[in-house]
């Protein structure tokens, strides 16, 4: 009977001692989930794998994956990105969304046909997922097959009429095959289509610059700088623009405004220091030529140090990784 009892408690105690160590990694688990979370969100990506590399060693959870996947790609380590990608297509084989995630890394990795073969693995499961075609495209583009890309953005806009991305990568390769009449047309559209978008005022610029029409690309440029004064590329084929028609004063006068709102720019400085040696002010151009050196410097010495944009976590999944 005492043997009895012995084993009887002695079971009981074993298995609170279980239930509470269950209990304990589950704390752990949540913390380093949540911390890793609250990482990506304050920008520090590196702690914020650690925290999921940490969670997952007591517990593999899909939704951590997904976090780690998305932090190793803005870190820009693509192998472990994949690493843990590969592992959620395991899990998850029929899952459209990783596996288009992976094929986008697949892309930004430079490893084409896989990519293609998860948007094909895609489209297998359905025929009518816009963004399947729509990476195919951007792949076969970045592979030089223009014209297969454009047949898999067409297949995408036919689905997604509405598809912003593939309308402008369809007007891009357009403009790339100097078919800038069938270029302006589609920027047309897409002027209907998202008139706040920088980028579509952006290309469409390109396109008009390409035929000639000088004074719509200039109108296009500063339609973009009017929706987003901050945006370089825009400001710099604005001025490049005005030298081009050999306005070198109004050039001057249009990189002061751009440098005053963003004095870090050095290739403002630059644009200036030619349209000043255009003119004739060699100093001026001199001068300006040696603040772009300095900013330049600058700024490399605060990438070394680790200086770095913070991604952004708010839409995980747009087309390619969570």
Not at 26 to 43: H, Q, S, W
Not at 65 to 82: C, K, N, S
Not at 138 to 151: F, M, P, T
Not at 166 to 195: G, H, V
Request: with cysteine; hydrophobic share 40%; net charge negative.
């Amino acid at each position: 009977m005492g043997n009895f009892f012995k084993s009887l408690f002695s079971s009981s105690e074993a298995e609170t001692s279980v239930d509470e160590q269950t209990k304990e990694n589950r704390k752990k688990f949540d913390v380093f989930k949540y911390d890793g979370i609250r990482a990506l969100r304050m920008g520090k990506v590196s702690y914020g794998v650690q925290c999921f590399e940490e969670a997952l060693k007591i517990e593999e959870d899909i939704e951590v994956l997904q976090f780690l996947a998305t932090a190793y790609a803005a870190l820009h380590a693509l192998d472990e990105a994949l690493r843990v990608t590969h592992r959620l297509v395991e899990l998850k084989p029929e899952d459209v969304n990783v596996l288009l995630a992976r094929a986008s890394l697949f892309n930004q990795a430079e490893k084409g046909e896989e990519a293609i073969a998860d948007c094909l693995r895609v489209v297998a499961l359905d025929a009518s997922n816009p963004v399947a075609w729509y990476l195919m495209g951007k792949v076969k583009k970045s592979g030089n097959d223009l014209s297969g890309a454009i047949d898999d953005l067409t297949k995408a806009i036919d689905i997604k009429q509405d598809f912003v991305d593939a309308c402008l990568l369809r007007a891009e390769i357009l403009l790339e095959l100097n078919r800038s009449d069938e270029a302006l047309l589609e920027m047309e559209d897409l002027i209907d289509l998202a008139p706040e978008e920088e980028a579509v005022y952006l290309l469409r610029g390109r396109v008009n610059e390409h035929l000639g029409n000088l004074s719509a690309a200039a109108d296009d440029y500063g339609q973009v700088v009017i929706l987003n004064p901050f945006n370089e590329e825009a400001s710099l084929l604005k001025g490049a623009l005005l030298m081009k028609e050999g306005k070198w004063e109004e050039a001057v006068d249009f990189f002061d405004e751009v440098i005053e709102l963003i004095p870090s720019f050095s290739e403002a400085y630059r644009g200036r220091a030619k349209a000043k040696a255009s003119k004739g002010d060699n100093e001026g151009a001199w001068e300006d030529e040696q603040k772009a050196v300095a900013l330049d410097a600058e700024r490399k010495e605060d990438e070394e140090v680790g200086g770095s944009k913070r991604p952004n976590f708010n839409d995980m999944y747009k087309g390619g990784i969570f």
